[in-house]
Antibody
Framework: EVQLVQSGGGLVQPGGSLRVSCAAS????????ISWVRQAPGKGLEWVSV???????YYADSVKGRLTVSRDNSKNTLSLQMNSLRPEDTAVYFC???????????WGQGTVVTVSS | QSALTQPPSASGSPGQSVTISCTGT?????????VSWYQQFPGKAPKLLIF???KRPSGVPDRFSGSKSGNTASLTVSGLQAEDEAEYFC??????????FGGGTKLTVL
């Protein structure tokens, strides 16, 4: 089955760090591109980053310098390392597979990240 | 990059048609045919409904259709059914390794 399964997340204090992982099955992450998309409570979706098959990653201005994506091809997994977290980073984080038509056809189940003291 | 603008809510009775708008700019919706729509139920991940403005992935009913004119894209749900009650989000590729999403529209089936 083609799917993305997420893990990690949780509660962290402002300024802290957290890691969220996204494991793929049924396809190879290094053959496509994967984005992270987040959704603050009661809000819309916000694009966060994209990692292409070649390994290049690009970020939204709102997270640049604080969030970093890494990929482990041997585990067919991407990880989102979040540092210097702010209350406004509180959201459900989704990983999603991109298509050649710049849409996202497979989504992870979502991981809750709460930044609060 | 600013979010795409969607009405916060829409509604219709079973069997009716409802259209949800999604307004962007000449840098995103107006420049690319890569507009997509997603359906999301509470507590669930979004599901791809429409891609490339008007194309449906396999398995999506043809009651869902999309269009675009200028900087505004639209999603039309025809023959409304109770199970269509959900939140709908639009998205556009915005160039330079960038995507933008809408704020979402909650569709209520009366």
């Amino acid at each position: 089955e083609v799917q993305l399964v997420q893990s990690g997340g949780g509660l962290v204090q402002p300024g802290g760090s957290l890691r969220v992982s996204c494991a793929a099955s049924g396809f190879t992450v290094s053959n496509t591109y994967i984005s992270w998309v987040r959704q603050a409570p009661g809000k819309g979706l916000e694009w966060v980053s994209v990692t292409y098959s070649g390994g290049n990653t690009y970020y939204a201005d709102s997270v640049k310098g604080r969030l970093t994506v890494s990929r482990d091809n041997s585990k067919n997994t991407l990880s989102l390392q979040m540092n210097s977290l702010r209350p406004e980073d509180t959201a459900v984080y989704f990983c999603a597979r991109g298509t050649t038509k710049n849409a996202f056809d497979i989504w992870g189940q979502g991981t809750v990240v709460t930044v609060s003291s | 990059q600013s979010a795409l603008t969607q009405p916060p809510s829409a509604s219709g009775s079973p069997g009716q048609s409802v259209t949800i708008s999604c307004t962007g700019t000449s840098s995103d919706v107006g420049s690319y045919s890569f507009v997509s729509w997603y359906q999301q139920f509470p507590g669930k991940a979004p599901k791809l409904l429409i891609f490339e403005v008007s194309k449906r992935p396999s398995g999506v009913p043809d009651r869902f259709s999309g269009s675009k004119s200028g900087n505004t894209a639209s999603l039309t749900v025809s023959g409304l059914q109770a199970e269509d009650e959900a939140e709908y989000f639009c998205s556009s590729f915005a160039g330079s390794h960038n995507w933008v999403f809408g704020g979402g529209t909650k569709l209520t089936v009366l």
